[in-house]
């Protein structure tokens, strides 16, 4: 276990955040546990829940963080006797309490401490750690729902973590860093004939060689009509575009998530090249729009105007652009939100929904082309979003019948037809909201046709 990572400091004021806005209101934060492969023995890499991270920093297996009303303790489960053999010496709960800035204590002792509190908590992402919670509680097993005290908590958790400190925009940082050098080597990995995991190889070797892992399963495809791509065996023909949504988390839990789409040949055709125009404008133009105060959701609808704009000046659609965002239309190539909240979950408190996502008083709209927008708050200073529009020919779309009625003779499928070689294209850069608009963490990271043309020559 690297220790070295931990900010106790930084936690301690987290928790001392948090412990004002609870007042006497028990706590209590799992861990997680570690899940096997196929036996016991064999588990998968542990990554510890994110609110346990934020708050405590070590990703200690199996273990608790609560705070009782008046103090904070960790608790966690004692080595086997064998656990040097296997992991090597480690320090003892003395010392990991002095390391982490918490006292630590056996995990046996944590339900005496827990006798008489009304706990609140979060739910897990694991079912496993939810009925350990429910057993240590009380409480049937209920993952991902909340009670009275539990949507308290998170309420202040999420006041919390949505304005980054000074410690989480660092990690932030080093996760932009290596998210660049994952890109650029994936830029010049790429030619024909090879299949798409030699890239995504060549791009996670970057993160690998830093100390951090991926923060999801890298999405490396010229398939990029398909939006969570997981296979990675095709060839690279020379009129692919390559997309490629790969982000880096680092060894604290903090996470990047960037998309590029390059030609594999190393050079746009000139229907790639228009439409990737088209994508590009509206990314900078969205990006150009973020600074506090402005509602996220509005960023959304600009992004898909300029959408509208772009396929509208090339012939593909007719008419108004907004009417064309209004009906619909346009999400039949724009179907996804614009972005997410992003933090130590590349989707940042994704885990409770869209409490974390919504501002109080808003609700999902169920219309297609806005339902899968993730977040809808007005920015602040603090806050971390991504902002990646794209243009996509979903089959499952564009052959649907009724998702499709409602462009009628505005969608030119003659116009659509020359367009057959872009599957799909997405632009994506992590930006963080400022007090005097924003910082796009991954700048660093070519965009422009020009720029990825020159790496990739």
Not at 164 to 186: C, M, P, W
Not at 246 to 263: H, I, L
Not at 391 to 419: E, S
Request: aromatic share 6%.
């Amino acid at each position: 276990m690297d220790l070295s990572i931990v900010n106790a400091a930084g936690c301690a004021a987290r928790r001392a955040r948090l412990s004002g806005r609870l007042g006497t209101t028990a706590a209590l934060f799992a861990s997680g546990v570690s899940r096997p492969r196929n036996y016991a023995a064999n588990t998968f890499p542990f990554r510890a829940v994110s609110h346990f991270l934020y708050f405590f920093g070590a990703p200690l297996r199996g273990a608790w963080g609560l705070w009782d009303g008046n103090a904070w303790a960790l608790y966690a489960p004692t080595p086997e006797p064998d656990a040097p053999l296997w992991h090597g010496a480690e320090p003892d709960f003395d010392e990991l309490g002095r390391l982490i800035g918490c006292p630590l204590l056996p995990l046996s002792s944590l339900p005496a401490a827990l006798a008489g509190h009304d706990a609140a908590t979060l739910p897990a992402p694991d079912l496993e750690t939810c009925a350990a919670a429910a057993r240590l509680l009380g409480r049937p097993v209920a993952s991902g729902q909340f009670n009275e005290t539990d949507a308290a908590l998170a309420d202040a958790v999420i006041a919390l973590r949505l304005q980054h400190d000074d410690a989480a925009v660092n990690e932030l940082r080093s996760a932009a860093a290596a998210t660049e050098a994952a890109h650029h080597a994936g830029m010049r990995a790429t030619r024909p004939g090879l299949r798409a995991f030699a890239v995504r190889a060549a791009m996670e070797s970057e993160l690998i060689a830093r100390g951090m892992t991926v923060a999801y399963g890298s999405i490396v495809t010229v398939h990029g009509e398909v939006l969570h791509n997981e296979d990675h065996h095709h060839v690279l023909g020379a009129g692919d575009l390559l997309l490629a949504d790969v982000g880096a988390e680092t060894a604290g839990g903090f996470a990047g998530d960037v998309t590029r789409t390059w030609p594999v040949s190393g050079k746009y055709s000139p229907t790639q090249r228009d439409l990737y125009d088209v994508v590009l404008q509206a990314q900078l133009q969205t990006i150009a729009a973020v600074k506090p105060g402005v509602r996220y959701r509005d960023l959304h609808l600009l992004a898909a105007r300029v959408i509208g704009e772009g396929l509208v000046a090339l012939g593909i659609l007719r008419g108004d652009p907004a009417e064309l965002v209004a009906d619909g239309v346009v999400p039949l190539f724009f179907p996804h939100g614009v972005g997410h909240l992003l933090g130590l979950d590349v989707h940042d408190m994704e885990d409770l929904g869209d409490r974390a996502g919504y501002a109080p008083g808003r609700q999902r709209a169920t219309q297609f082309g806005l339902r899968s927008l993730r977040l809808d708050r007005d920015l602040v200073s603090g806050m971390a979003v991504t902002i990646e529009p794209g243009i996509y020919q979903v089959p499952a779309i564009l052959n649907d019948p009724v998702l499709t009625a409602r462009a009628g003779d505005r969608l030119r499928r003659d116009r659509l037809a020359a367009y057959a070689d872009v599957r799909g294209i997405r632009i994506e850069d992590d930006v963080l909201v400022t007090a005097q608009g924003h910082d796009v963490l991954t700048a660093a990271i070519p965009k422009s046709r020009a720029d990825i043309e020159s790496v990739m020559g």
